[in-house]
């Protein structure tokens, strides 16, 4: 009893001293008593401010400094909803430990404990192993597809069922399934026979590959065509429906596209150079959040597609950009940003209502038609390609590539082109810039582009240029992302000041 009030004590008095360290904070994100006006306002992110407001080199000025700012972490509710899901996970790794740990068999000596968990989670011990109780005398076909998943690569050791108990592939150790593997062997033949027989495994995979590839277009007939969709153990590779998901995608970009010249026709207040600076801007935002791609890439996608059909002025573009993150964050992220935090992040120049009122508003526009394809869509799909023959370092091919797929985001001209055109001539700048003096395209990539090196020069000078250029001293938020060691600082790669014309010849070498 000393020992439990002892204990007792220390924790009262460690959640005190944790209590007495965490800094007090006030409901509404107003001043709290006792904290420093200066310490609180330097939490404070830097908002876009007036993106009109251009001072002398470039630069915004005023609040906004979009170059310079460096912005502080206010995301409070993300840290909270990781470490859930964190200690989550780590609840679900110990129970399925456990399980792990009772399906086995018991070794000889045992203490009292292990022997009262074994009783609750592991199964009753079986019978003698008598061979005609063991073998029924109809195998269901669950009972041996099992046996086959268990020994692929792809598969946990430590999956746990609902009801907490183990899962078919654990109960394939448990003692009533070891001393099969060691007595007649003819029983364990007998079994994968007859589930041959009944489930009608083929392991000719050459067969599968051609029933769902027959009718696939293939737009150049080139020899030496490696295959990227040979891997049938990993799922999220899709590889057997990877070819018709791209050429649904290649469908789909033409319908939900953005006007091409809605700056000339539409808007009357708003010009290109406002609409890099609010795309640079988001890009810290979303850095800073630590966002997924896709959630900047729709952003652009919602902002272009609204900005194609409804007029603005400049006061409220900065809204139109956050609304349109905040609709983009509830499609992709898992713990997206609340509204509140969009308006932080604005030096609550909007309110949430008005947030609320513009995401209704771009909602209602593009009929909740969310789902559309960009850029990066393509791009994982052309880099895997690009990474078969192992010609570049992986990474930097990955990097590079993305890199340049960004940059193109900012400049209004390249909506011209379609965004799988876009991906392909950021592939193909990046292996030029990687090994200038190899041609860059190859007829597998031509295959799974089906882009002939022709039909991507003119987008590839764009994207050269603004590679080469770079995008000016007062968009410097994608050129310092990919200037850091995590991206293997592919933003300050040298690269050739023109691309060799023969490269852009139609007879690729294979």
């Known amino acids: 009893m000393s020992s439990n009030h002892a204990a007792a004590a220390s924790r009262r008095s460690s959640s005190s001293s944790a209590a007495a360290k965490r800094p007090a904070v006030a409901e509404g994100g107003k001043a ?25 080199g470039g630069r915004v000025a005023g609040p ?37 740990s009772a399906s086995t068999k018991p070794a000889p000596a045992i203490s009292r404990h292990e022997s009262t968990a074994q009783k609750e989670i592991a199964p009753p011990p079986p019978p003698p192993p008598k061979v005609p109780s063991i073998v029924p005398t109809v195998v269901p076909a669950t009972a ?57 495994i083929s392991d000719d995979r050459d067969v599968e590959e051609t029933k769902w590839k027959k009718e696939a277009p293939a737009p150049m007939e080139i020899d030496h065509i490696c295959d990227v969709d040979s891997n049938y153990e990993d799922p999220q590779l899709c590889a057997t429906l990877a070819s018709d998901i791209y050429m649904h995608l ?86 997206a940003p609340q509204v509140e935090e969009f308006c932080y992040i604005t030096d609550n120049t909007y309110f949430r209502d008005e947030v609320l009122e513009m995401e209704a508003s771009v909602l209602n526009y593009l009929k909740f038609e969310m789902t559309a394809p960009t850029a990066k869509c393509f791009l994982r799909r052309f880099v895997r390609v690009a990474q078969v023959c192992n010609e570049d370092p992986a990474l930097h091919l990955e990097f590079l590539a993305n890199y340049v797929a960004e940059l193109s985001l900012l400049e209004y001209s390249l909506l011209s082109y379609p965004p799988s055109l876009v991906a392909a001539s950021a592939i193909f700048l990046a292996k030029f810039v990687l090994q200038p003096t190899k041609h860059p395209w190859n007829s597998t990539l031509a295959h799974y582009t089906q882009y002939k090196p022709s039909e991507l020069g003119d987008c590839v000078k764009a994207l050269h240029r603004l590679f080469s250029v770079g995008p000016g001293s007062n968009l410097p938020a994608i050129r310092e992302k990919y200037s850091q060691h995590k991206y293997k600082f592919v933003a300050k790669k040298h690269c050739p000041s023109s691309v060799p014309t023969e490269f852009f010849g139609d007879a690729a070498p294979c």
């Open 144 to 200: 041996i597809v099992p046996c086959r998943s268990f020994a692929s690569p792809m598969h946990s050791g430590d999956s746990v069922s609902v009801d907490e108990t183990m899962s078919t592939c654990d109960s394939m150790k448990s003692p009533d399934f070891e001393y099969i593997d060691n007595g007649d062997s003819s029983v364990l033949a007998s079994l994968q026979r007859r589930a041959n027989e009944n489930l009608r």
């Open 250 to 335: 290649r469908e789909a970009e033409t319908k939900k596209c953005p006007s091409t010249d809605f700056m000339e026709t539409i808007q009357k207040d708003v010009n290109p150079s406002m609409r890099a600076i609010l795309i640079d801007w988001l890009v810290e935002v979303a850095e800073e959040y630590r966002l997924v791609p896709d959630t900047l890439y729709l952003t652009v996608n919602y902002i272009d597609r609204y900005l194609s059909g409804n007029e603005i002025n400049r006061q409220r573009l900065q809204l139109l950009g956050v609304a349109c993150m905040l609709v983009a964050a509830k499609y992709e992220e898992i713990c």
């Open 64 to 100: 906004g400094k979009v170059g310079n700012a460096k912005l502080n972490s206010v995301n409070s509710a993300a840290p909270v909803k990781k470490g859930s899901l964190a200690s989550a996970r780590s609840v679900s790794t110990n129970r399925a430990s456990a399980v792990k």
């Open 32 to 56: 709290v008593a006792g904290v420093p006006a200066a310490v609180q306002q330097a939490k404070k992110r830097v908002a876009l401010g007036n993106i009109t407001n251009v001072a002398a």
